[in-house]
């Protein structure tokens, strides 16, 4: 599977950003999808993921100001951004593979398959 994640950009505290990933040569609809982002100095952290069924989960950082959603007939997940503050900049990537349980959805180890990372920078 290969994945392909675009949509970052320069925005002010505020605004707003849609990320896309597009994934190939794959069951698409069978994957658990998976945005996880690192900043300048930081650890890789999980942001949000949707499982094949539908749901999703989101990190307690971006709660309420992020969705991500899929979208099978295109192979493509995104992650609508809004409410973006400074601390949201990083690169973002997005990541997938199948048979991640529930449990394990937030750890990075349990993704096989990556993007090569978009950059998000929010100006204050």
């Known amino acids: 599977v290969q994945l392909q994640a675009s949509g970052g950009g320069l925005v002010q505290a505020g605004g707003s950003l849609r990320l896309s990933c597009v994934a190939s040569?794959?069951?698409?609809?069978?994957?658990?999808m998976a945005w996880f982002r690192q900043a300048p100095g930081k650890e890789r952290e999980f942001v949000a993921c949707?499982?094949?069924?539908?749901?999703?989960y989101y990190a307690d950082s971006v709660k309420d100001r992020f969705t991500m959603s899929r979208d099978n007939t295109k192979n493509t997940v995104y992650l609508q951004m809004n409410s973006l503050e400074p601390e949201d900049t990083a690169v973002y990537y997005c990541?997938?593979?199948?048979?991640?349980?529930?449990?394990?959805?937030?750890?990075?180890?349990?993704?096989?398959?990556w993007g090569q990372g978009t950059l998000v920078t929010v100006s204050s």
């Open positions: 040569g794959d069951t698409f609809s069978r994957y658990t």
């Open positions: 990541a997938g593979d199948r048979g991640i349980i529930l449990s394990s959805i937030r750890g990075s180890d349990k993704y096989g398959y």
């Open positions: 949707i499982r094949w069924n539908g749901h999703t």
